[in-house]
C-alpha cells in the first residue's frame, strides 16, 4: 500500500520533471481522498491552498505507478490553468478543448498520458469492482432507482423520444450536407445532480447520451438540434471549438447555434437544477 509520504515525493518528481518552470504562487497540498469509481483526481483551492485530492484505490500496488504520475499531472495542468490555483484562468472550461492533453503532451507527458489512459480503459471497470464490493452494492441500487425514476418521467405525456431526435440528426445531415453519421448510437443518459451538461459521448461504449430534461418539449427545438450537430461536426473536424462553430456557421446553422449557447449559459443551470429535483421526488415513491 502507498502512503501518503510516497504520494508526495511522486508530486515532488512530476514537479521536477515536468513543471520545473512554473511558480507555486499558493501552497499545494496531495493527499488520498475517496474511493471513487470514475474520478481519479481533483484539485480545489481551499482557503488559499489548492488541494489535490487522488482517489484512494491509487494507492493499492497494483495499479502502475504511471497511472498516478498521470493524475498528477492532470491536477497540475488545472493548476496552471487558473484551476484551483490562484493563478489567472487561462480558458473559460477547464477541459473542453482537450486543454489538459496539450498541457500534459507540451510538458512531455503524453507517453505517461496514453499509457495511463489504456489501464484505465482496460483494468479500472474490473478493478473498482474487485476493490469496492460495498460501494458497488450500494451504487448499483441507487442506480437502479434512479433509472426508473427517469423511466417514468421520460413515460410522461409529450416527451421527446430517441426515435424523434435520430430524425432530427437526418434532417441536420443534409443541411451539414453529409449523408452519413457519425459512428454512434443515442440514448437518453440517467442523469444525476452531477450531470451538467446537456449531452455526453462515451467513446469506449459507442454512444452518445443525451441529458433526460432534454426530452421536455419547454426546452426548443434549436437547443436539442445544436447538441445533435455539435457531435456530428466535432467528429468531422475535431473538438477545437473555433473550428466546430465555424462549421456549423458555413452550413446555415447560426440561428440555432446563437440559440442554443444563449439558452445554456443563461437558463440551463436553473432549469437544471429544478427539474432533476422533480425526477427526484419520483425517487421517493419509487
Not at 28 to 36: E, K, P, S, T
Not at 105 to 120: F, H, K, T, Y
Not at 214 to 223: E, M, N, Y
Not at 250 to 263: D, F, K, M, R
Request: proline letters at 1%; aromatic letters at 10%; glycine letters at 4%.
Amino acid at each position: 500500500m502507498r502512503t501518503d509520504e510516497w504520494l508526495n515525493q511522486r508530486f515532488q518528481s512530476i514537479l521536477r520533471a515536468h513543471f520545473y518552470d512554473v511558480e507555486l504562487v499558493n501552497p499545494v497540498d496531495i493527499n488520498y481522498g475517496i474511493r471513487a469509481r470514475r474520478r481519479l483526481g481533483s484539485i480545489a483551492l481551499v482557503n488559499g491552498r489548492s488541494v489535490i485530492r487522488i482517489n484512494r484505490l491509487l494507492a493499492e500496488d497494483i495499479v502502475p505507478q504511471y497511472v498516478v504520475d498521470a493524475t498528477i499531472g492532470h491536477e497540475m495542468s488545472h493548476y496552471v490553468h487558473g484551476f484551483g490555483s490562484t493563478l489567472s484562468r487561462k480558458f473559460k472550461h477547464a477541459h473542453r478543448g482537450s486543454v489538459v492533453d496539450i498541457e500534459m503532451d507540451s510538458r512531455g507527458m503524453q507517453e505517461i498520458r496514453l499509457q495511463a489512459s489504456a489501464w484505465v480503459r482496460e483494468n479500472w471497470g474490473t478493478f473498482y469492482v474487485d476493490e469496492c464490493d460495498d460501494l458497488s452494492a450500494k451504487k448499483d441500487l441507487r442506480d437502479s432507482r434512479r433509472q426508473l425514476c427517469w423511466e417514468m418521467w421520460l413515460a410522461q405525456c409529450d416527451r421527446r423520444s430517441i426515435a424523434e431526435i435520430e430524425a432530427r440528426q437526418v434532417a441536420l445531415l443534409r443541411q451539414l450536407k453529409t449523408s452519413v453519421a457519425a459512428d454512434y448510437r443515442m440514448d437518453w443518459l440517467v442523469a444525476g445532480p452531477r450531470h451538467t451538461a446537456l449531452s455526453y459521448f462515451y467513446d469506449n461504449e459507442g454512444v452518445l447520451r443525451f441529458h433526460g430534461l432534454l426530452a421536455d418539449r419547454k426546452i426548443s427545438d434549436a437547443v436539442v438540434d445544436f447538441e445533435i450537430a455539435y457531435w456530428q461536426v466535432r467528429h468531422q473536424v475535431g473538438a477545437d471549438w473555433s473550428k466546430i462553430r465555424k462549421f456549423m456557421l458555413q452550413h446555415g446553422l447560426e440561428s440555432t447555434l446563437v440559440e442554443a449557447v444563449a439558452w445554456r449559459q443563461r437558463v440551463w443551470s436553473v432549469f437544471r437544477k429544478h427539474h432533476v429535483d422533480e425526477v427526484f421526488q419520483i425517487a421517493e415513491q419509487c
